[in-house]
């Protein structure tokens, strides 16, 4: 698909449904394939700080008995509908993604509805599903960059409900009983909380009438009020570091306060970051990884949600070369900031992210997350339907001028996993004017 073409697409169809639900569609008929998403506009920040991990627990019992069926039965149903069905947990959303075959859609939606609507939450799947929830938790520790992004979201956010991990914790989820699951589920499954997507192989009068039969039968109570304040952060450099033994590798975060998408300088941002660590080619990995070989890949990314989050600037090098590339990654932040940007950077950067935009639309399914984005994240209408026309307006001055205003070198937060022994020295050193460092081990939460 060229970019031309991307650009004129029609966004989906939206549709209200009754109790205040909202349905939107994005037709294809390329594929017999039928894409929905059930999603909750609310998610981990809103669970009881003691009790991470509630928001994808409730929502995931939904599988686990209805009336009428058992765990095994609905397993057994969904296998032979040749569908899948998964949970997906984020601060501000929770939400069923399921794909079945388009021929089987009517009878799948039909199953689906009758898990929204008749869950029976049974204590001993209950606590099977916090048995399996504990093992991938534990699990996750196996992965030194899971354990670098948690460690970087609960103390970058500290005190905020951002800083919860979506999949919980294992005190969190040890905490969650039968009562909880059920009074998230009477307070957040209600018709004027839920989004219904449906992409893929079904015309435009059977979609409302699909997304109907999913929510119709959830009650009627009242959408819960976001009352989750913007995000703050500490002042000054703080170096975190998650003591594992034995690693000749580490994995190093970078983070501070980035954009929010209602900024007016989000997109030149976004254009900036792209020069700075968004590509194969851009600063961060040509003086990382081409010139000095210390870490396969270097980039930073600017995290979009409900209120502002963060940017993060990663490597992986080997730990003998872990204080050197910090020292290296620092000093190109802040020369970024203090520098700006290009015009030829800025000129190359906007051609590779115009032409690239068609691959982030080149299906249906690609299309309704977007829209479901701008919905549930409360993102500004024309967030991606403009998006080639306003990186095209992005100029280096305006880039720049954005890199300086939301890019704070002096505030942010380094977070290093691997061996105290062997790093944590050369570490301190490696950060100018470091408020303060702190040591913890690798598996807390």
């Known amino acids: 698909m060229s970019a031309a073409r991307a650009h004129v697409l029609a966004p989906p169809l939206r549709f209200a449904l009754d109790g205040g639900a909202l349905a939107l569609f994005e037709p294809s008929h390329t594929v017999p394939l039928v894409s929905i998403v059930l999603s909750l506009r609310s998610g981990s920040a809103v669970e009881p700080a003691n009790k991470a991990g509630l928001a994808r627990i409730a929502v995931r019992m939904l599988r686990r008995g209805c009336e009428g069926m058992t765990a095994e039965q609905i397993d057994f149903r969904i296998d032979a509908l040749g569908a899948e069905m998964a949970v997906d947990t984020s601060p501000s959303t929770v939400a069923i993604h399921a794909q079945v075959i388009a021929r089987n859609v009517e009878a799948f939606v039909d199953l689906l509805a009758r898990l929204l609507t008749t869950p029976t939450f049974p204590l001993d799947e209950l606590e099977r599903l916090k048995r399996e929830t504990l093992a991938e938790i534990i699990e996750s520790r196996d992965n030194d960059r899971v354990v670098a992004q948690k460690a970087l979201q609960r103390t970058l956010f500290e005190g905020h409900p951002y800083g919860r991990n979506p999949g919980g914790t294992t005190a969190g989820v040890q905490a969650i009983g039968a009562d909880d699951v059920l009074a998230f589920y009477r307070a957040f499954v209600v018709q004027d909380n839920a989004v219904v997507g449906i992409a893929g192989d079904v015309t435009p009068e059977r979609a409302p009438e699909l997304a109907r039969k999913l929510v119709g039968a959830l009650p009627r109570g009242q959408r819960p009020a976001d009352t989750v304040p913007e995000p703050t952060m500490r002042a000054g450099r703080h170096l975190l570091l998650a003591d594992k033994p034995e690693r000749t590798q580490t994995q190093i975060l970078v983070g501070t306060l980035g954009t929010a998408a209602h900024d007016d300088d989000h997109v030149p941002l976004l254009v900036a970051n792209a020069v700075f660590g968004g590509t194969f080619t851009s600063r961060l990995m040509r003086e990382v990884r081409s010139k000095r070989g210390w870490s396969y890949g270097a980039s930073a990314r600017t995290l979009v949600d409900r209120r502002r989050q963060a940017w993060v600037m990663w490597t992986f090098p080997a730990a003998e070369d872990a204080a050197k590339c910090l020292e290296l990654t620092l000093q190109l932040m802040s020369a970024w900031v203090k520098e700006g940007v290009k015009s030829s950077e800025v000129a190359f950067i906007a051609r590779y992210l115009v032409r690239s935009h068609a691959f982030d639309i080149d299906t249906a399914a690609k299309r309704l997350h977007q829209a479901l984005d701008v919905e549930l994240l409360g993102l500004p ?15 280096p001055e305006a880039a720049s001028a954005a890199v300086r205003n939301r890019i704070h070198p002096e505030d942010l937060l380094a977070v290093v996993v ?10 301190r050193g490696a950060i100018e004017n470091l408020a303060d460092s702190s040591v913890v081990p690798f598996d807390l939460e």
């Not at 209408?381 to 100029?395: E, K, L, P």
């Not at 691997?418 to 570490?427: E, F, R, S």
């Open 381 to 395: 209408a024309d967030y991606y339907s403009s998006w080639i026309d306003r990186v095209r307006a992005v100029t």
């Open 418 to 427: 691997g061996t105290a022994a062997q790093v944590l020295d050369p570490m």
